[in-house]
């Protein structure tokens, strides 16, 4: 199945992402919260990942 598809789904983990995807990601789902939303909790650690965010100390220690 496409990778587009799962970017909407909040129950559903889309796999590996590329860049653009995981912030285009990161906008769609920008009220579900990361224990919530499997698509942006990947998003975020592929951006992580990548150097393009930084998390604070209250996300890396919850």
Known sequence: MD???YLFDCTM???DLGLPQAHQ???IHKFCTVD????RRRA???????GQMVL????RHP
Do not use: F, W
């Not at 975020?44 to 990548?50: A, E, F, M, N, T």
């Not at 604070?56 to 996300?59: F, L, M, S, V």
């Open 3 to 5: 990778t587009m598809m």
């Open 36 to 39: 919530n939303c499997l698509v």
């Open 13 to 15: 983990d889309p796999g």
């Open 25 to 27: 990601a990161m906008q």
């Open 56 to 59: 604070g100390d209250r996300a």
């Open 44 to 50: 975020r650690q592929i951006l992580v990942d990548k």
